[in-house]
């Protein structure tokens, strides 16, 4: 079973982890978590990791992703000055980076498939937590989570169960509702969902979105693969403004970004205009940014492509460490891992995957 494996992992060669989970509680020097009176992050693991065994004995693509789930949570690790208590805001991003690390230490004991899906699992175990509110079961509500999970039925089966079994892993008095999975609305989300399947049809022309932080492999991956298409990059139009060997964060800290987002503004348009495949080689890494290019893309022209590039974080940061010129503040990085936001079929008509 993979998830005894990732257990045998976080045990040995990946400790540290868990150390820090066991070392960071859910409560602020000041106020206590009501939504995680158990304290630290490897109990409430551990609980939803046990509840997971009991509800769905046979799920070890759940169980996995539930080992794996709050992994970035010490190193997300905020305040909130109005009521103090901690927060773990992009903590699942975090997850997902060093996730990847764990799950490459199996080798070819697991699948490229079910990787995916326990990858998904975790960036999106945060997204949906209205599905055990019947308040916030709204038509509206109901119709964005169908359309999220376009032709990813199975996804939203597994991120679902794995929501019910975050709230039961834990000791709050949160009131939510227990039979959501077995209820006449999560059937509604079920049909709509199915009903929302899309085809790959081709157009004349690609916009091929690159999805990853900062020295995950982007840059090379494009030159490799897509060196006879334009290319739409920030990086490119900031450091075009300075001497070639001008050190990246200098450029960065003294360019006007004003200035350079009208420029990338107007690029991205004259490449629209020429109706051949260009490449848009940006960290993309949140839904929001994505859609201020992808809500001006002409459908009848292009298929949207995005690639996902699943780098361990210890790889990430190994490479930065390498970096010449270009080598970026750990904070820059992790940061850039917070924002981070799977892509899905309501945004993209294809999704790759590199490993």
């Known amino acids: 079973m993979l998830n005894t494996k990732i257990l045998d992992l976080l045990n040995t060669e990946f400790s540290s982890l868990k150390d820090l989970m066991s070392n960071c509680s859910h409560h602020s020097e000041t106020v206590i978590s009501p939504f995680h009176m158990e304290g630290d992050i490897l109990k409430h693991t551990m609980m939803v990791y046990d509840c997971a065994k009991e509800m769905y004995p046979k799920d070890d693509i759940l169980q996995s992703a539930i080992l794996l789930h709050d992994l970035g949570k010490p190193m997300a690790t905020g305040y909130n000055e109005n009521n103090g208590r901690k927060n773990f805001i992009g903590h699942a991003g975090l997850s997902f980076y060093l996730a990847i690390d764990v799950l490459n230490k199996l080798g070819d004991e697991i699948s490229v498939a079910d990787k995916k899906m326990i990858l998904n699992i975790i960036s999106l175990h ?212 917070r924002q981070f936001m799977v892509p899905a079929y309501d945004e993209f008509d294809e999704i790759n995957w590199i490993f």
Not at 313 to 322: F, H, L, V
């Open 126 to 337: 945060g997204e949906f937590y209205g599905i055990l509110n019947p308040e916030v079961m709204t038509t509206k509500f109901i119709k964005k989570v169908a359309e999220r999970f376009t032709n990813q039925i199975h996804l939203m089966d597994y991120v679902f169960r794995h929501i019910l079994c975050d709230h039961l892993g834990r000791i709050t008095d949160e009131v939510f509702d227990k039979e959501v999975l077995n209820n006449a609305i999560f059937n509604d989300i079920l049909f709509q969902t199915a009903s929302n399947s899309k085809q790959y049809v081709k157009k004349k022309a690609e916009v091929v979105f690159m999805v990853g932080p900062p020295n995950c492999g982007k840059t090379t991956y494009q030159l490799a693969n897509y060196a006879n298409c334009n290319v739409l990059s920030r990086d490119d139009v900031v450091t075009s403004i300075f001497p070639v060997d001008t050190d990246y964060n200098e450029c960065f800290r003294n360019v006007d970004h004003d200035a350079i987002d009208k420029i990338v503004s107007a690029k991205f348009k004259e490449l629209l205009n020429k109706n051949k495949t260009f490449v848009i080689d940006m960290t993309n890494m949140t839904r929001k940014f994505r859609r201020k290019y992808l809500s001006n893309i002409p459908k009848n022209i292009y298929n949207t492509i995005a690639i996902v590039f699943a780098t361990g974080y210890n790889t990430i940061m190994e490479r930065n460490g390498n970096r010449v010129k270009k080598t970026l503040a750990k904070d820059v990085i992790v940061n850039k891992m």
